[in-house]
């Protein structure tokens, strides 16, 4: 969701800013906005629409040494140019740029700021005149902005420029990332790192409820208490191409066509021949629980289904998968020794950082495994595991989830101690995904057969039917088509209803014990009308099948048949001349409950 970049140095804050905020579309957005510093003013360029469009309007002439910039995916007020970021304050004194959602607004603009002018329908603007607010009463800008943040509940990471002092800019962080980078020519603050690439060597990623200002060349950090911080800066190594779509049109083929060298890496990573490398600490707080709860959301929480399948397998231990934004609100019965496993790709998801506080806040201990060592989840939880998939550009998560359930089959396997063929499975997999991506033309045909659809069903059992789940939240979520997953069991007690002629309905096959059924239910659904659609595996295939998924061992055959699947709904997506990498409506992290 919304992205920010803030840069103060010698090169030209319009250029650093804009690309920063072009690297940080993915993120999802719907309007973008820049301040620059300009001969002590301070100009403001801002509109509903894409960063290209901010680059026409902000075509100035000038060159600035300071510069905030922000991307808004809607939250309080639709996406306009007034509910765009900057806000400035009524006195045109402060502007900021604000990530995250302050849940008092309304009540902090009763009891301050009766006096002031809104423009917008934003929470963002009460932030501006609040410092206006503390200032006029006398403080420093440091102390107006430390008086107005201890006002705040919420999430905000926020930067903030004073007209009367052009040589800082102010920022604060409490539950929504901010990372500031030291460069040669600068200092750059962004939402992730990625901005930072090719301008800083070094960056920090500010915790909780910390505020303070940077300058060209210094960070000043200090805590609520307005006592000044020490902190160590850690090394930036990534370098600007690792953020590039090398020669693949979109960041989703790209990320498709890692997946087997992500699995080969987590062998590495995970196995040193074979022992397990995860700490006993990890496995000895799964061994010591009666229960794990699997928390997550999205592609997230169809992952979590194979992790309770490998702990329940293997570990013999009760598992369940929650959904974070129920769980949240929700107090199942929690007996004996729970553990909580949280997925998550980019450790940033509000919900699942909810749940986790919650949880926690009882004494519960708590797994993170993420894609990110920086990211709330990682640094909250009791212990973190990396599924080292590397950056997720695209908004339809792909790599992430089949690095989750390797991670996870490693996790049981080193909790249950049992002697399985994981890493020699995992490698014949990683094989068996490129020769999925070798015959990737067959899927475009049949994306060719499918892409006039209104309606498209996937159907499964079991593990295939945790698949089918993916599968069609990676369809709908790309080309639109309203896809529903079903147990395909489940179809005759009603959803059989809404087959018509002509409507898809794919079923995956890859397990023994229930591909003879699973195939009966699509001819139900044929004979009434449906276009059917096999994507099987090879042992069990049939002549008339679409698309032959090679063998691999049961228990991994997720992990390749969603790729014919996330194949399958990029092409659909293409085909329709779809946004592929930032479907309308959706963001990368979601960090607003
Ligand atoms: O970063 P997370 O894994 O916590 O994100 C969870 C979901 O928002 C995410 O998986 C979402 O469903 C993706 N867009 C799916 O492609």
Redesign the pocket.
């Known amino acids: 969701m919304c992205g920010i970049v803030g840069y103060i140095g010698s090169k030209d804050a319009k250029d650093t800013v804009l690309s920063g905020l072009q690297q940080l579309e993915y993120r999802g957005y719907d309007s973008a906005g820049i301040a620059l510093v300009h001969d002590h003013e301070i100009k403001i360029y801002k509109d509903q629409g894409r960063v290209d469009h901010l680059r026409e309007i902000c075509n100035v002439s000038f060159s600035s040494n300071l510069g905030i910039g922000h991307t808004r995916w809607a939250t309080h007020g639709i996406p306009n140019k007034l509910n765009s970021h900057p806000h400035i304050s009524n006195n045109e004194r402060f502007v900021l740029v604000h990530n995250g959602v302050i849940e008092n607004y309304k009540k902090l603009k009763l009891t301050y700021l009766n006096d002031y002018k809104f423009y917008s329908e934003t929470d963002t603007e009460i932030i501006a005149n609040l410092i206006e607010y503390f200032s006029n009463q006398g403080k420093d800008t440091r102390d107006a902005v430390l008086t107005a943040i201890s006002e705040l509940e919420g999430s905000y990471a926020l930067l903030v420029i004073d007209k009367k002092d052009t040589n800082k800019i102010y920022i604060a962080k409490n539950k929504t990332p901010l990372i500031v980078g030291t460069g040669e020519s600068g200092i750059t603050i962004a939402s992730d790192v990625i901005p930072l690439a090719g301008h800083c060597k070094n960056y920090i990623s500010l915790e909780d409820k910390t505020f303070g200002y940077v300058t060209s060349d210094e960070i000043h950090l200090f805590n609520y208490f307005n006592k000044e911080i020490s902190f160590d800066m850690k090394q930036l190594d990534i370098s600007s191409n690792a953020f590039g779509k090398g020669d693949y049109d979109h960041f989703m083929l790209k990320e498709i066509h890692e997946q087997p060298s992500i699995i080969r890496h987590l062998v590495q990573e995970y196995f040193d021949k074979e022992k397990i490398n995860i700490s006993t600490e990890i496995i000895q707080c799964i061994k010591n629980c009666t229960k794990i709860n699997l928390v997550?959301?999205?592609?997230?929480?169809?992952a979590s289904y194979m992790a309770k399948y490998y702990f329940e397998k293997l570990c013999n231990i009760p598992s369940e998968v929650f959904v974070?934004s129920e769980l949240v609100y929700s107090s199942p019965l929690i007996l004996d020794k729970p553990c909580f496993i949280y997925?998550?790709?980019?450790?940033?998801?509000a919900?699942?950082i909810a749940v986790m506080k919650k949880f926690m806040d009882k004494g519960f201990p708590s797994i993170a495994i993420?894609?990110s060592v920086n990211s709330t989840?990682a640094n909250l939880a009791t212990y973190h595991l990396n599924i080292f998939a590397g950056k997720e550009i695209?908004?339809?998560?792909?790599k992430?989830?089949i690095a989750?359930i390797v991670v996870c089959a490693i996790l049981a396997k080193a909790v249950s101690g049992q002697k399985t063929n994981l890493k020699n499975n995992l490698s014949k997999a990683a094989l068996a995904i490129e020769k999925i991506l070798e015959d990737k033309i067959l899927i475009k045909n049949i994306a060719k057969e499918i892409v006039k659809a209104n309606d498209l069903f996937y159907i499964g059992r079991g593990i295939d039917y945790w698949v089918c789940l993916e599968a069609a939240?990676?369809l709908k979520?790309i080309s639109y088509i309203h896809t529903e997953a079903f147990s395909s069991g489940e179809l005759k007690h009603g959803s059989i209803a809404l087959i018509d002629q002509g409507v898809p309905v794919i079923a995956i096959c890859t397990q023994e014990g229930t591909n003879s059924i699973v195939r009966s239910n699509l001819i139900e659904t044929k004979s009434r009308g449906a276009k059917d659609i096999v994507f099987a595996m090879e042992s069990m295939s049939e002549a008339s099948d679409d698309f032959i998924i090679p063998n691999v061992a049961h228990y991994l055959a997720p992990i390749v048949s969603v790729v014919v699947c996330q194949l399958l709904a990029y092409y659909v997506a293409t085909l329709k001349g779809n946004d592929v990498d930032k479907?309308k409506n959706?963001?990368?992290?979601?960090t607003v409950e």
């Open positions: 997550a959301c999205g592609t997230s929480m169809y974070a997925l998550s790709q980019s450790g940033e998801t919900d699942s993420t894609n989840m695209a908004v339809a998560s792909t992430a989830y989750q939240l990676k979520e479907p959706l963001a990368k992290s979601v």
